[in-house]
């Protein structure tokens, strides 16, 4: 399974960014897809979880009512919507995949396939 992550970029608060990731060879091994974030020294973060069919998105508090995660099975893409941004939104984006279906935010250590990052950065 290959992850591509694209659509980062520089953006003041206030402001919102969509993130992608095309998801290729091999997506019936897919349980459940999601963002991770990591910020320069700090651990890294799920913020948005999603059961790659079927099934709802799931937040953990400090982006819930701002972020929002869809996918697209027939394009094997995966996008969060960012809205309301704030600078400590600022951070390097993954988007990961699980080989089992979960609800519920999923652990970063959870996800098995990677892709490359993008970067986020939010000026005040």
């Known amino acids: 399974v290959q992850l591509q992550a694209s659509g980062g970029g520089l953006v003041q608060a206030g402001g919102s960014l969509r993130l992608s990731c095309a998801v290729s060879?091999?997506?019936?091994?897919?349980?459940?897809v999601g963002w991770v974030r990591q910020a320069p020294g700090k651990e890294r973060e799920t913020v948005a979880s999603?059961?790659?069919?079927?099934?709802?998105?799931h937040y953990p508090d400090s982006v819930k009512d701002r972020f929002t995660i869809t996918r697209d099975n027939a394009k094997n893409t995966v996008y969060l919507q960012m809205d309301s941004l704030k600078p400590e939104d600022t951070a390097v984006y993954y988007c990961?995949?699980?080989?089992?279906?979960?609800?519920?935010?999923?652990?970063?250590?959870?996800?098995?396939?990677w892709g490359q990052g993008t970067m986020v950065t939010v000026s005040s």
């Open positions: 060879g091999g997506t019936f091994r897919i349980g459940t």
């Open positions: 990961a995949a699980d080989p089992r279906r979960r609800v519920g935010v999923v652990y970063s250590a959870d996800y098995d396939y």
């Open positions: 999603i059961p790659w069919r079927g099934g709802i998105g």
